[in-house]
Antibody, heavy 115, light 112 residues
Framework: QVQLVESGGGVVQPGGSLRLSCAAS????????MHWVRQAPGQGLEWVTF????????HYADSVKGRFTVSRDNSGNTVSLQMDSLRGDDTAVYYC????????WGQGTLVTVSS | DIVMTQTPLSSPVMLGQPASISCRST???????????LSWLHQRPGQSPRLLIY???NRVPGVPDRFSGSGAGTDFTLRISRVEAEDVGIYYC?????????FGQGTKLEIK
């Protein structure tokens, strides 16, 4: 079955950088687009970014545009999120999700931006 | 950008009673391919969201038939015919018709 496992979360200072990864298995990774969605503590879900199955098309939320970069490695079945110029309001659990109509999600990885 | 607005934000319901959540979008969610990409998800504390309904009214296999979705265009509704204890948590509508994708603010369902 589909398995999505995020990693790379942690504590980072404001202005710092962090790179998240999502390891995918149980499906033909190269056939599906992938999303990152985040959830600030006690808050709702916020869509962050999408990358097309072949990496040719990417979309970002305005809140992260110019600071976050999504990429993927279809040979390694991973999607990554490079987060730069991090701010306090980027503190959240970050989920990767398969572009399957929101059917498949990872367990999330917590990013805390704090000095 | 499409904004999704859910009402109510909190819904105390007695066990066995019905519940209803409304979701309104600022633009029609009808896609040029003929589909309407409006989904409903459920999230329990400490868990990842779980898809319940996709394309307005299609229940995911394994989701109890007490859950139903309806609507069109910009107005959508999730109904639970008889609330059970396991239904507590937060419900989100989500649109995947147009980028940037968006979620509603969430509706907290609790037992009265």
């Amino acid at each position: 079955q589909v398995q999505l496992v995020e990693s790379g979360g942690g504590v980072v200072q404001p202005g710092g950088s962090l790179r998240l990864s999502c390891a995918a298995s149980g499906f033909t990774f190269a056939e599906y687009g992938m999303h990152w969605v985040r959830q600030a503590p006690g808050q709702g879900l916020e869509w962050v970014t999408f990358i097309q199955n072949d990496g040719s098309d990417k979309h970002y939320a305005d809140s992260v545009k110019g600071r976050f970069t999504v990429s993927r490695d279809n040979s390694g079945n991973t999607v990554s999120l490079q987060m730069d110029s991090l701010r306090g309001d980027d503190t959240a659990v970050y989920y990767c999700a398969m572009d399957s109509g929101w059917r498949d999600w990872g367990q999330g990885t917590l990013v805390t931006v704090s000095s | 950008d499409i904004v999704m607005t859910q009402t109510p934000l909190s819904s105390p319901v007695m066990l066995g009673q019905p519940a209803s959540i409304s979701c309104r979008s600022t633009q029609s969610l009808a896609h040029s391919d003929g589909n309407t990409y409006l989904s409903w998800l459920h999230q329990r504390p400490g868990q990842s969201p779980r898809l319940l309904i996709y394309k307005i009214s299609n229940r995911v296999p394994g989701v109890p038939d007490r859950f139903s979705g309806s609507g069109a265009g910009t107005d959508f509704t999730l109904r639970i015919s008889r609330v059970e204890a396991e239904d507590v948590g937060i419900y989100y509508c989500a649109q995947a018709t147009q980028f940037p994708y968006a979620f509603g603010q969430g509706t907290k369902l609790e037992i009265k």
